[in-house]
């Protein structure tokens, strides 16, 4: 079966190019994800502020698309997902086409690139600047318009650790447990 060819009605509008900075969590700018993707859902001051921007942005690919004889009959307008705790987020990403596709470029607080010195990615809560590309996209399968939020570089401006999963630290400030705990205890 041939493959289909998708022809992209946006390919000669010009995206949203933003530095927008927020609160970054589920950060993976090592590695991909589990959807072959580098990724951040940040939140904050900067990212509420895009809303109106967005919408205008969106309302003008709706037109776009209806001009170009396409039959829009959804519009993808919710760019903000929300958290568990209620916060807002807009999630950014970069697609692992193939393994010849590099991630996002990681800078420090400074703006000088980190090359190689990347080991973990940034701890939730971490603070961000996300170079972002914000394009519309028409799916004829569903005859959707919508906003991609591209994510080409991240400046780490304050790095939180990540603690783990317990969520707790070392707490002991070099003083000896009250107990001993051994480690391969079945008693629990």
Do not use: C
Not at 29 to 38: G, K, L, N
């Amino acid at each position: 079966m041939a493959k289909k060819k998708i022809i992209n009605i946006f390919k000669d509008t010009d995206p949203l190019w933003k530095y927008v900075r927020g609160t970054g969590n589920w950060t993976s700018i090592v590695d991909t994800d589990d959807y072959d993707a580098w990724t951040t859902n940040l939140s904050g001051e900067e990212v509420d502020e895009l809303g109106t921007e967005l919408e205008a942005y969106l309302a003008e690919a709706v037109e776009f698309a209806k001009a170009e004889g396409k039959d829009v009959q959804h519009i993808a307008n919710e760019f903000y997902k929300t958290a568990q705790d209620g916060t807002k987020y807009i999630k950014f990403k970069r697609k692992k086409y193939d393994e010849d596709t590099e991630g996002p470029k990681v800078y420090n607080i400074t703006g000088e690139e980190i090359t190689g010195q990347v080991k973990k990615d940034p701890g939730g809560g971490s603070t961000l600047r996300v170079r972002a590309m914000i394009k519309p996209y028409f799916m004829a399968s569903t005859k959707t318009v919508g906003l991609s939020f591209g994510m080409l570089a991240v400046q780490i401006i304050e790095n939180k650790e990540y603690v783990g999963a317990s969520g707790f630290e070392d707490e002991s400030s070099g003083e000896t447990p009250p107990f001993e705990v051994a480690s391969e205890s079945e008693d629990y």
